[in-house]
């Protein structure tokens, strides 16, 4: 007998760290459809098309994960489904080969790519795009399945209200320009960071302006800041 595909709720603590990026772990979908090795073709169409998901990683009795099976892998079965293998394309072959297989440990991608759950947003998406995958499965330090992360968790970040990345900017400027606080103004509009005014110490603008964009969902970055007025000039007024 088949055993069925595995289904979980996987519980994950979130941890911070101030104007650090979020993490993969974040973003995740953290119920997570998963099947055996032995899981057979029409049953991994069926768990796909009841969990609405294009792919499954293929997980070990240890939860451990070792390969996956994509809408890609299964569809080659179909596209050489009636083909002669005598006739087939040499080249082509292997393929041929691999599509009539029908379990997920012959159709799935191995060794597979994963990620993991403290990776950065930004080392995912090389990650994805690196290695041409839109989904990634998250392990912990052992494989062992924690969570998947798709393409569009990861742009999920840049939906982050303007008014709390204002507040977050604001903090880091507080803490970086504390003799001239009142001359520095923060602004966001989509996603993009706007700092301006006069600041004492020009050679913390640079600073700034990386840290404004580690802050999660900020787009962009415009520093428009000048010099104070010389102190003569602020005497003679």
Known sequence: MLSPPVVGRLSVRRTMTFSAPRSVEDVMTKKVVAVAPH????????????WSVTAVPVVDDERRVVGVVSEADLLRKEEVRGTDPARADPLHRPDAERAGDVRAEDLMTAPPVTVRAAATLPHAARLMARRHVKRLPVVDAHGVLKGMVSRADLLKVFLRPDDDIAAEVQDLVDRLFADSRPGVRVEVEDGVVTLGGTVGDSGLVPIVGRLAGSVEGVVDVRCEFGNPPPADTADDR
């Open 39 to 50: 899981a057979r073709f029409k049953d991994i169409v069926a768990a796909m098309g009841r």
